[in-house]
């Protein structure tokens, strides 16, 4: 079989880029700043909708911080707040180093976040790591203040709703129930549990009657297998080409891509063929301190109408008819 080489430049998985959140005891490495969505609605006292832009299957915000305005990519696979320290300057630079499909990248840095605001939503003293997202920046050629993770979102069930454009942010009470539920996101039709591989949601799912287990991430373009754990469900990838993939320290890595067919949640939801790349996990699972046979992302994503409650680890399935909030 021929095969096609070619270069991909767009971030297939904005966790390649984002390291586990270093942890600083100094309290000198931090900075104070202020970090707004200016452009999302109240939509009661316990909720905010916020829109977005898909940008190569990236969920994309406008966010505030400090005086500087731009956009951040919602990414269920990063840890938590992180900056573009081409536009925050940390205190100090730790010696902490990121790592990726192909290795180590580049150097990561802390500061504190003084208020995170969503509208009435607002976040005291976050936390926030800086890294250098020019190649993200570059391939999507358009400028990016950072990335908007776990440690932001993990006490609201946020609802996805790609067809519309929007993200609902809904308060919980301490048992992870919604204080106050809005018409749009009552239409619950199925849930799934999920579990923390160290911050990102696991789930499993079947490939050919086969259990695997997936990451869900919002920061994923396609969705990704890993070599080692999907020997038994290869059958059902339709394999396209070979292409070289640009790791974010410049080095390129051999992958496979293609259709992955099968693939079904409860026996019940089957998902039809979907972009796929097969790749080396090591890193990853250094990451997410688990062991994963594969990562699900936007081509899995998209044609769902779901909600992600970190509290009760839910992943809940909406009524795919739409209910204007």
Same mark, same amino acid.
């Given at each position: 079989?021929?095969?096609?080489?070619?270069?991909?430049?767009?971030?297939?998985? /904005?966790?390649?880029?984002?390291?586990?959140?270093?942890?600083?005891?100094?309290?000198?490495?931090?900075?104070?700043? *202020?970090?707004?969505?200016?452009?999302?609605?109240?939509?009661?006292?316990?909720?905010? /909708?916020?829109?977005?832009?898909?940008?190569?299957?990236?969920?994309?915000?406008?966010?505030?911080?400090?005086?500087?305005?731009?956009?951040?990519?919602?990414?269920?696979?990063?840890?938590?707040?992180?900056?573009?320290?081409?536009?925050?300057?940390?205190?100090?630079?730790?010696?902490?180093? #990121?790592?990726?499909?192909?290795?180590?990248?580049?150097?990561?840095?802390?500061?504190?976040?003084?208020?995170?605001?969503?509208?009435?939503?607002?976040?005291? *003293?976050?936390?926030?790591?800086?890294?250098?997202?020019?190649?993200?920046?570059?391939?999507?050629?358009? *400028?990016?203040?950072?990335?908007? #993770?776990?440690?932001?979102?993990?006490?609201?069930?946020?609802?996805?709703?790609?067809?519309?454009?929007?993200?609902?942010?809904?308060?919980?009470?301490?048992?992870?129930?919604?204080?106050?539920?809005?018409?749009?996101?009552?239409?619950?039709?199925?849930?799934?549990?999920?579990?923390? #591989?160290?911050?990102?949601?696991?789930?499993?799912?079947?490939?050919?009657?086969?259990?695997?287990?997936?990451? /869900?991430?919002?920061?994923?373009?396609? =969705?990704?297998? =890993?070599?080692?754990?999907?020997?038994?469900?290869?059958?059902?990838?339709?394999?396209?080409?070979?292409?070289?993939?640009?790791?974010?320290?410049?080095?390129?890595?051999?992958?496979?891509?293609?259709?992955?067919? *099968?693939?079904?949640?409860?026996?019940?939801?089957?998902?039809?063929?979907?972009?796929?790349?097969?790749?080396?996990?090591?890193?990853?699972?250094?990451?997410?301190?688990?062991?994963?046979?594969?990562?699900?992302?936007?081509?899995?994503?998209?044609?769902?109408?779901?909600?992600? =409650?970190?509290?009760?680890?839910?992943?809940?399935?909406?009524?795919?008819?739409?209910?204007?909030?």
């Amino acid at each position: 079989m021929n095969t096609t080489r070619q270069y991909i430049f767009c971030f297939l998985l /904005i966790l390649i880029t984002v390291p586990v959140m270093a942890h600083a005891d100094n309290d000198s490495l931090f900075y104070q700043v *202020r970090f707004s969505i200016p452009f999302s609605q109240s939509a009661g006292p316990s909720s905010v /909708i916020v829109p977005f832009d898909i940008e190569g299957g990236l969920i994309v915000i406008k966010a505030k911080v400090n005086d500087i305005e731009g956009s951040f990519i919602v990414d269920t696979g990063a840890n938590g707040l992180v900056l573009n320290k081409h536009y925050f300057t940390p205190s100090q630079l730790l010696a902490d180093r #990121g790592v990726g499909v192909s290795g180590a990248t580049s150097e990561v840095g802390t500061l504190q976040v003084d208020s995170l605001f969503f509208d009435e939503i607002v976040f005291s *003293r976050m936390e926030a790591q800086t890294i250098d997202l020019r190649q993200l920046e570059n391939r999507k050629n358009m *400028r990016i203040l950072g990335l908007i #993770g776990y440690k932001v979102i993990r006490n609201f069930e946020i609802m996805f709703d790609y067809r519309q454009r929007f993200l609902t942010f809904s308060k919980l009470d301490k048992a992870g129930n919604i204080l106050l539920s809005l018409p749009h996101t009552e239409q619950k039709v199925d849930s799934f549990d999920f579990y923390l #591989g160290n911050f990102i949601p696991v789930i499993e799912v079947k490939v050919d009657k086969k259990k695997k287990k997936m990451g /869900i991430d919002t920061g994923a373009e396609v =969705n990704l297998l =890993n070599v080692k754990r999907s020997r038994n469900i290869m059958s059902n990838l339709k394999i396209q080409k070979t292409i070289e993939m640009a790791g974010a320290n410049k080095k390129t890595v051999d992958a496979l891509a293609g259709k992955l067919y *099968r693939l079904s949640l409860k026996d019940r939801y089957k998902c039809a063929g979907m972009s796929t790349v097969v790749v080396n996990f090591k890193h990853l699972e250094s990451i997410y301190q688990t062991k994963l046979d594969g990562i699900l992302g936007y081509e899995f994503l998209a044609p769902w109408l779901f909600s992600i =409650n970190y509290k009760k680890q839910r992943l809940f399935l909406h009524k795919l008819e739409y209910i204007k909030p």
